[in-house]
Every structure is written in structure tokens, then in C-alpha cells.
């Protein structure tokens, strides 16, 4: 996973699934490998078998949000994160993939057809994203290489408080 390569993680979370069904860091790691390798069918099984054993596994329910986003449900992909903030209060990878989520948001939200209210949509969509990327930070976040470059956070790239996160600063409230 490091190293991003994801089908070799796969393998290895596999391997450590035949050791112990039960682990669910290794469910929720193997369906964010697959969600990386754009695998959705698989990818939610696992989070769903993670979530199973462990309903506090915050990979899982961010990873599953992310697919139920790229798949077009945007608001119920939305809904499921933001109904599991509350269990996840100081965990700095839900914040980050919380913002991931948004990313995705924005992404399908611009890609929908024009609507008088898209613009509004997607500043209310970045807030949100760049409100968990300063908590991820604040956190302890710090692999800012990995974020500069994680499609995800594609659509927030071009802000003026994404360029500020990604410096090691959130001193900065303006989009």
C-alpha cells in the first residue's frame, strides 16, 4: 500500500484474511486497494464484511462512501460519512478520507448536468473538504506528497486552502 501497489496488496490482504477471517483492518485495507483499482463490487464487499466485524473501522465507511459516490449517489454517499463522524472523533485517516469523499462529491456533482444551484452545491462540497483535510492536519496528517497527488482531491487541488494544507499550513480560511 505504500509503495501503491495495490494488486500486491491485495494478494498480502489476502493472505492475512486466510491467517484470521476476522481481521477487519485487513477487509477494509483489501477494499481500499480495490477501490484504488477501481474494483467497486469487491471493494464494498469487503467494507462490509469489515464493518461487520468492526463497525468502528473508519477506512470501511469512508471507502464504502467514496463508491457509492462514483457510482452517482452522491448524497447518500455524503449521508453515510456524515452519520459516522460522531464515531470518529479524533481519528485523523477519517477526517482525510472524509475530505476524500467530498472530492468525489465535487467531482460527480460537476460532471451532473448544470443546474442554478450546482455552483453553490460545490462551495458548500469544498467547505466541507477542506474543513476535514485542516482537522486530518491538525491531527497529525502529514504524508502532504501523498495528497498533493491523490486523485480524490482532485477537484480541490487549483484552492487557495488546499495549497495552504498541502504547505503544512491551514492558516488560511479563503477558497
Known sequence: ??????????EAYGLA???DPELSDAYSGRGHCRLHLEQFEPAVADFRRALRSNP???LAVTGWGIVV???GDV???IRMVEEATGKFPHDLLFAYNAACVYGRAIEMTLQGPPSADREARVAELQEKAVTQLRLAAERGFNELDF?????DLAPLQTLEAFQQIVKGSDE???R
Not at 495528497?147 to 486523485?151: E, Y
Open 56 to 58: 468502528y473501522d473508519s
Open 172 to 174: 488560511s480560511d479563503s
Open 75 to 77: 448524497e447518500r454517499g
Open 17 to 19: 484474511l486466510e491467517i
Open 1 to 10: 500500500v505504500q509503495n501503491e501497489q495495490w494488486n500486491e496488496a491485495v
Open 69 to 71: 459516490v462514483r457510482e
Open 147 to 151: 495528497m498533493k497527488r491523490d486523485p
